[in-house]
């Protein structure tokens, strides 16, 4: 095999691994980025923290809508489970709670749409334990972001979901009693 074949294979397979490596390592690292942007360091994990209202200026998250109110958590499930809930806004309908892997990977989607009284889960890892009863949401991964979404098109509507989402709770759970397994 001639010299230039052989370099030409070889580019082709450094392209090839770089590509594969790039396309799993790239999902882990913005993840890693956003969450300790999202829990300030650290800091703030394993509960939710209350966005200010979009602006032209202001944007937390990529491409935000300004009809919306966003809040975040960063979970770490390291430790143990964690319950999630989030009440409805009254008198509005729209509100959404999106769960996210460390590899991006959106694992659960709920709204109030389908769950008039509020949306409530537990999250935990295969084979956590978990309370008896509860609806429990698999993690593929110990760390990640639950996103929630309200509708907030003015500054009146703003106040309200403001005002709901305040109730949200993303806590570890202290006592857990039955196995998801």
């Known amino acids: 095999m001639n010299r230039l074949v052989k370099l030409a294979l070889l580019f082709a397979a450094a392209a090839a691994v770089g590509h594969v490596a790039l396309v799993?390592?790239?999902?882990?690292?913005?993840?890693?980025?956003?969450?300790?942007?999202?829990?300030?360091?650290?800091?703030?994990?394993?509960?939710?923290?209350?966005?200010?209202?979009?602006?032209?200026?202001?944007?937390?998250?990529?491409?935000?809508?300004?009809?919306?109110?966003?809040?975040?958590?960063?979970?770490?499930?390291?430790?143990?489970?964690?319950?999630?809930?989030?009440?409805?806004?009254?008198?509005?309908?729209?509100?959404?709670?999106?769960?996210?892997?460390?590899?991006?990977?959106?694992?659960?989607?709920?709204?109030?749409t389908q769950r008039p009284g509020g949306v409530q889960f537990v999250l935990a890892r295969e084979g956590q334990q978990t309370p008896p009863g509860a609806e429990v949401v698999i993690s593929p991964s110990n760390r990640g972001i639950v996103l929630d979404r309200r509708l907030a098109a003015n500054d009146e509507l703003f106040a309200a979901a403001d005002q709901a989402r305040r109730a949200d709770t993303c806590e570890a759970i202290s006592a857990p009693t039955t196995s998801t397994e």
């Open 24 to 112: 799993v390592v790239t999902p882990y690292a913005l993840m890693r980025i956003v969450t300790q942007r999202a829990s300030q360091d650290g800091a703030m994990v394993n509960q939710f923290q209350f966005g200010p209202r979009t602006t032209k200026d202001l944007r937390g998250v990529v491409r935000p809508s300004p009809d919306l109110a966003y809040s975040t958590c960063v979970y770490d499930l390291s430790n143990g489970p964690v319950r999630i809930s989030a009440a409805p806004t009254p008198g509005q309908g729209y509100v959404s709670i999106s769960v996210f892997a460390a590899n991006t990977d959106n694992i659960a989607v709920f709204d109030t």
